[in-house]
């Protein structure tokens, strides 16, 4: 099983920028999509973003397109997402999840792996 470990939330003015990475270690990293999450107070968890085994193809929900780009490194076995022009509304519980299929899924239920999360709070 794949160990995630997500880094790099915090606190950020509206309009300003963060950079998220989740960090995998025992799992075939290379052969996963992998997928961003989020969950805000009182919301069920969404899906934000999802990348391909070999970073050539991206997926992303309407609401971050422009503003979000995932990525990944398979020789760092670390996936991230750049998080730019931030709105109060990301404000959220960041989670990194792993696929264990070539296909991408925006689902919770479709990912096997999943990170303990990392908070990003945009003020106004």
């Known amino acids: 099983q794949v160990q995630l470990v997500e880094s790099g939330g915090g606190l950020v003015q509206a309009g300003g920028s963060l950079r998220l990475s989740c960090a995998a270690s025992g799992g075939t990293f290379s052969r996963s999509v992998m997928g961003w999450f989020r969950q805000a107070p009182g919301k069920e968890r969404e899906f934000v973003a999802a990348?391909?085994?070999?970073?050539?193809?991206?997926d992303s929900i309407e609401s971050v397109k422009g503003r979000f780009t995932i990525s990944r490194d398979n020789a760092k076995n670390t996936v991230y997402l750049q998080m730019n022009s931030l709105k109060p509304e990301d404000t959220a519980v960041y989670y990194c999840?792993?696929?264990?299929?070539?296909?991408?899924?925006?689902?919770?239920?479709?990912?096997?792996?999943w990170g303990q999360g990392t908070q990003v709070t945009v003020s106004s």
């Open positions: 990348i391909s085994w070999s970073g050539g193809r991206t």
């Open positions: 999840a792993a696929r264990n299929r070539y296909s991408f899924a925006r689902g919770s239920y479709e990912y096997d792996s």
